[in-house]
């Protein structure tokens, strides 16, 4: 097989992959495009000055709950952490949040 039709074909299959996500947790896509639209947005002050205030405060209740849930459900948790992490790590890496 071919580097372009491989390439086609891994293109293909992420693309209905995400179709599938999307479509078995819509509510868990709703939030994840969400956290990615404020990582994508938000300056570096803006998300350090949003983490120095909530240093030491509890979670909300709606948090407490969605943490819950991702911690129950590994096949969400994949299906959450698969749309976020590449956006959201590559933000946190640009504004020195992580090493």
Do not use: H
Not at 19 to 24: C, D, F, I, M, R
Not at 47 to 60: C, D, H, I, T, V
Not at 73 to 91: G, W
């Amino acid at each position: 097989m071919s580097i372009r039709k491989l390439a086609a074909v891994t293109a293909a299959t992420a693309m209905l992959a995400g179709a599938a996500v999307s479509q078995t947790y819509p509510i868990a896509d709703r939030v994840a495009q969400k956290v990615i639209q404020k990582y994508q947005t938000e300056s570096c002050e803006q998300l350090w000055a949003e983490r120095a205030a909530k240093a030491g405060q509890p979670k909300s209740p709606r948090e407490q709950r969605a943490i819950q849930l991702l911690q129950q459900d590994p096949s969400l948790r994949q299906a959450f952490l698969n749309q976020i992490a590449a956006p959201v790590v590559n933000k946190m890496f640009q504004c020195g949040m992580i090493p």
